[in-house]
C-alpha cells in the first residue's frame, strides 16, 4: 500500500436499522471516525446502517463510495455517497468490494451481511493474498462466532480471521495497527 493510498474500509451492516435506532448511532459514529482517521467509507450505499456510516463520514469531511446492484433497481441510494458504482448482481458487488477494500467491519444485519462476511471470510480462507482485516463490531458476534464453532465444521484458524471488537473506537484502533502493520511489512 503507497503512503499516498486512501485506505478503504468496506463497511456491512443492516439496511433495515431505523435512523433513532443504536444500530444507526454505532454506525454514524464508525463512519465519523473512519473519516476522522482518513479511511474512506466504502458500503452497499442504501438505507440504515449503511447510510449512517457514509453520513458519519461526510458530515466529518469523509469520502463515500457506494457499490449498488441491478438487483435492487428499485432502491434509491443514500444521498451521503461521494461516489458509486453499480454492479450486475449480488456476488459482482461483494467481489468488487472485496477487490477494493482494505479492510471490512461488519456489524449486525441479516441476510446480506452474512453474505457480505461469508464470502470475504472465505476468500481470505482460499487466497492469503486476499487476507485483509475482517472485524465483526458488536457483542452479538462472539455469541455467533461460539455457534458456528459449535453446530458447523469451522476451524480455529478460519476463526483466527475474524476479529471481535466491541466499539467503533476499538475498531479505528485495531484497523490502525493493522492496516499500518500491513504497510510496514509491505514496504520491507
Same mark, same amino acid.
Given at each position: 500500500?503507497?503512503?499516498n493510498k486512501a485506505r478503504i474500509?468496506?463497511?456491512?451492516?443492516?439496511?433495515?436499522?431505523?435512523?433513532?435506532?443504536?444500530?444507526?448511532?454505532?454506525?454514524?459514529?464508525?463512519?465519523?471516525?473512519?473519516?476522522?482517521?482518513?479511511?474512506?467509507?466504502?458500503?452497499?450505499?442504501?438505507?440504515?446502517?449503511?447510510?449512517?456510516?457514509?453520513?458519519?463520514?461526510?458530515?466529518?469531511?469523509?469520502?463515500?463510495?457506494?457499490?449498488?446492484?441491478?438487483?435492487?433497481?428499485?432502491?434509491?441510494?443514500?444521498?451521503?455517497?461521494?461516489?458509486?458504482?453499480?454492479?450486475?448482481?449480488?456476488?459482482?458487488?461483494?467481489?468488487?468490494?472485496?477487490?477494493?477494500?482494505?479492510?471490512?467491519?461488519?456489524?449486525?444485519?441479516?441476510?446480506?451481511?452474512?453474505?457480505?462476511?461469508?464470502?470475504?471470510?472465505?476468500?481470505?480462507?482460499?487466497?492469503?493474498?486476499?487476507?485483509?482485516?475482517? +472485524?465483526?463490531?458488536? #457483542?452479538?458476534? *462472539?455469541?455467533?462466532?461460539?455457534? /458456528?464453532? &459449535?453446530? @458447523?465444521?469451522?476451524?480455529? $484458524?478460519?476463526?483466527?480471521? +475474524?476479529?471481535?471488537? #466491541?466499539?467503533? *473506537?476499538?475498531?479505528?484502533?485495531? /484497523?490502525? &495497527?493493522? @492496516?499500518?502493520?500491513?504497510? $510496514?511489512?509491505?514496504?520491507?
Amino acid at each position: 500500500m503507497s503512503p499516498n493510498k486512501a485506505r478503504i474500509v468496506a463497511v456491512f451492516g443492516s439496511s433495515r436499522v431505523a435512523s433513532s435506532s443504536a444500530e444507526y448511532a454505532e454506525a454514524y459514529t464508525l463512519g465519523k471516525l473512519l473519516a476522522q482517521h482518513g479511511f474512506v467509507v466504502m458500503n452497499g450505499g442504501y438505507q440504515g446502517t449503511m447510510e449512517a456510516s457514509a453520513r458519519g463520514a461526510r458530515e466529518a469531511g469523509g469520502h463515500t463510495i457506494g457499490m449498488l446492484s441491478r438487483e435492487f433497481g428499485a432502491l434509491t441510494p443514500n444521498p451521503y455517497l461521494d461516489e458509486t458504482w453499480v454492479a450486475p448482481d449480488l456476488y459482482t458487488r461483494i467481489r468488487e468490494m472485496q477487490r477494493r477494500a482494505d479492510a471490512f467491519v461488519v456489524l449486525k444485519g441479516s441476510m446480506g451481511t452474512l453474505a457480505e462476511l461469508a464470502l470475504v471470510w472465505n476468500f481470505a480462507k482460499i487466497d492469503a493474498r486476499q487476507r485483509k482485516p475482517i +472485524l465483526l463490531l458488536g #457483542e452479538a458476534w *462472539a455469541n455467533v462466532l461460539r455457534a /458456528l464453532r &459449535e453446530h @458447523l465444521v469451522v476451524t480455529p $484458524d478460519e476463526v483466527e480471521l +475474524l476479529e471481535v471488537v #466491541e466499539t467503533p *473506537a476499538q475498531a479505528i484502533q485495531l /484497523l490502525e &495497527e493493522r @492496516l499500518r502493520w500491513k504497510h $510496514d511489512g509491505a514496504s520491507q
